[in-house]
């Protein structure tokens, strides 16, 4: 076919959701570019998921920057390199999550763009791609409010759900994964501390919630698996937990290994989604406004919202009881039963578009 989609990953999980769509687009006969900013896992697992595909390109593009003038120079620096290879590989339409390069520069050289996002309160990623998007993708319960303030009113489609739905629906719990960890099924906590370093999030890491609750020990002998966002973080909980702390440094899809935790506890937002769509007892932490589609999860019973370390020692303990468990694994199956798939959500867009460039 003569459309040639471009995929920007800014993210691990942006890997996890647009695996479905590119593995699509590749069976379909699409010519697949993926561009990856370095940060965090989001390189290896890409490399990991797609690199084994026929007719898919990969490029790793920039990095991440920490502080506000960082974040300018990043943003900069990742335009021009983006450019280079836009020009040179020449895609016809771009799907994102809100990339605010990739969507510029889709925008500058007349290149449809199909955005997808769900967090209402990052003003600047909304601002920056929302207006120059040609479709854009949020789940239902993302404020119309929301939607006008940031320009947004335009081809918006709105889907039932929430986006990690296409992250877990494509992965099995994978035991030999856990084995390389070197921990036991049930017997060990996964943490992911708070978005220190993003645009949205300011305070230190030594404030987190998950710091008070290890400082204070644990009543069981858990692991603790630690999903760090950066080498900050992982000194802190390094001298708090010792020998009870496994770093997840191996490039493991998250819906693979987070069947087999006793609970998770995030502080962050897209992985303490995927742990409550997967059934697994979980923990929202988040010390900032509560999203919409984390609100939607909680009215589900999915998830427990609190920064109480009382709350979620309970919390921890409960999770003992197998028929709560079950509940829970329950309302997960169901859930997904009734939501959209994202993906499929997505595809129908991106059909839309490759349909008018065969014309």
Avoid at 143 to 162: D, M, R, W
Avoid at 174 to 199: H, V, W
């Amino acid at each position: 076919m003569d459309c040639k989609l471009w995929f920007d990953i800014a993210g691990a999980p942006h890997a996890l959701f647009f695996n479905p769509m590119v593995k699509k687009a590749v069976d379909e006969g699409f010519n697949v570019v993926i561009t990856v900013r370095e940060y965090g896992y989001a390189a290896p697992l890409s490399k990991t998921i797609f690199g084994g595909l026929d007719s898919v390109k990969i490029y790793v593009v920039g990095s991440h920057g920490a502080t506000i003038v960082q974040k300018l120079y990043r943003y900069t620096e990742r335009i021009h390199d983006l450019s280079r290879i836009v020009k040179r590989e020449r895609p016809t339409l771009l799907i994102s999550k809100a990339s605010p390069e990739a969507v510029r520069i889709a925008y500058t050289f007349n290149i449809p763009s199909i955005t997808i996002y769900d967090n209402e309160h990052n003003v600047a990623q909304c601002r920056l791609t929302f207006p120059l998007s040609s479709i854009i993708i949020v789940p239902a319960c993302f404020p119309s409010s929301k939607l006008t303030e940031y320009s947004a009113n335009h081809n918006v489609i709105k889907f039932q759900g929430v986006c990690e739905i296409a992250n877990v629906l494509g992965f099995k719990p994978n035991p030999d994964k856990l084995r390389l960890l070197g921990l036991q099924p049930y017997r060990f906590i996964i943490a992911r501390p708070e978005p220190y370093d993003s645009s949205y999030h300011v305070k230190k890491p030594e404030d987190s919630v998950l710091v008070k609750i290890f400082q204070n020990g644990l009543e069981e002998e858990y692991k603790v698996l630690l999903y760090p966002r950066n080498h900050v973080e992982l000194e802190i909980y390094s001298r708090i937990l010792g020998d009870k702390l496994v770093v997840a440094d191996k490039v493991i899809p998250f819906p693979e290994i987070a069947p087999f935790s006793h609970v998770v506890i995030g502080a962050g937002g897209t992985m303490t989604r995927e742990a409550a769509l997967l059934g697994v007892p979980t923990v929202s932490c988040y010390p900032g406004d509560s999203l919409r589609v984390m609100r939607l999860l909680e009215s589900f019973k999915l998830l427990v919202s609190t920064t109480s370390p009382r709350e979620i020692k309970n919390f921890i303990r409960k999770a003992t009881d197998q028929s709560f468990r079950l509940s829970i694994k329950k309302r997960a199956e169901n859930f997904l039963r009734k939501a959209e798939n994202p993906a499929s959500v997505v595809w129908r867009a991106i059909s839309t578009f490759s349909l008018r460039s065969a014309q």
